[in-house]
């Protein structure tokens, strides 16, 4: 299944043009929960919702909206919140799973007998209340060493039996990832392609602060 880093992804904005009082807007709500006050943040963002113009943000208003339950300590509503971002994107510039597609993977594999490396459940069961992210992730949606090895593993677990082939010594993750880290110039070619879809995919969110945060 195809993982994303759903707890720290912002959802890509519907448009180019977000007028700057959207842009605004949006973001006086999250400094609200920055602030320490994610109570105000949540009604806020409700209250933008209600007004036109926001109709097109509703991705971006249920990421912000997640993060504000996360600080508030609803986990749940967490969840649910960030997963709901996840499934609105507008997907204009980069695309993450919805829980529909995942579910699709799932259905598929039992359905037709194949093996399954479920990817999501993993890193849902190694993140606090299950939402994926950030740790295992370079950046939305990209795996960094330790969450490469994780799904190697899986993909390991999975195909072995199938295969009939019998592994060599076992290595311990610890190992590999500093196997994986202690190769400078294939580190840095990584760090390189990362960064450059980062940059690319930075100028296209609608808050300034996040295109910075990016880039």
Request: aromatic fraction near 4%; charge should be negative.
């Given at each position: 299944t195809p993982a994303s880093n759903v707890a720290r992804g912002e959802p890509n904005p519907r448009a180019?043009?977000?007028?700057?009082?959207?842009?605004?807007?949006?973001?006086?709500?999250?400094?609200?929960?920055?602030?320490?006050?994610?109570?105000?943040?949540?009604?806020?963002?409700?209250d933008l919702r209600t007004r036109p113009g926001f109709e097109d943000e509703s991705a971006l208003l249920r990421y912000h909206e997640a993060r504000a339950f996360r600080l508030e300590g609803q986990g749940e509503a967490w969840r649910e919140a960030a997963w709901e971002a996840v499934d609105e994107d507008p997907r204009t510039f980069f695309g993450r799973a919805t829980r529909a597609q995942i579910e699709t993977v799932r259905r598929v594999a039992r359905e037709k007998g194949a093996a399954l490396a479920d990817v999501v459940a993993t890193f849902e069961a190694a993140s606090p209340e299950g939402v994926p992210g950030p740790a295992g992730f370079a950046d939305m949606q990209h795996p960094d060493a330790a969450g490469a090895v994780t799904i190697a593993r899986l993909f390991t677990d999975a195909l072995v039996p199938l295969l009939g082939v019998t592994l060599g010594p076992e290595i311990d993750d610890a190992a590999l990832v500093a196997f994986i880290e202690g190769r400078p110039q294939d580190v840095a070619d990584a760090w390189t392609k990362a960064g450059t879809w980062l940059v690319s995919v930075s100028i296209r969110q609608a808050l300034v602060g996040d295109r910075m945060a990016l880039a």
């Open positions: 180019w043009n977000v007028p700057p009082s959207t842009t605004d807007a949006i973001a006086a709500a999250r400094a609200l929960a920055e602030e320490g006050n994610p109570q105000a943040s949540l009604a806020r963002l409700a």
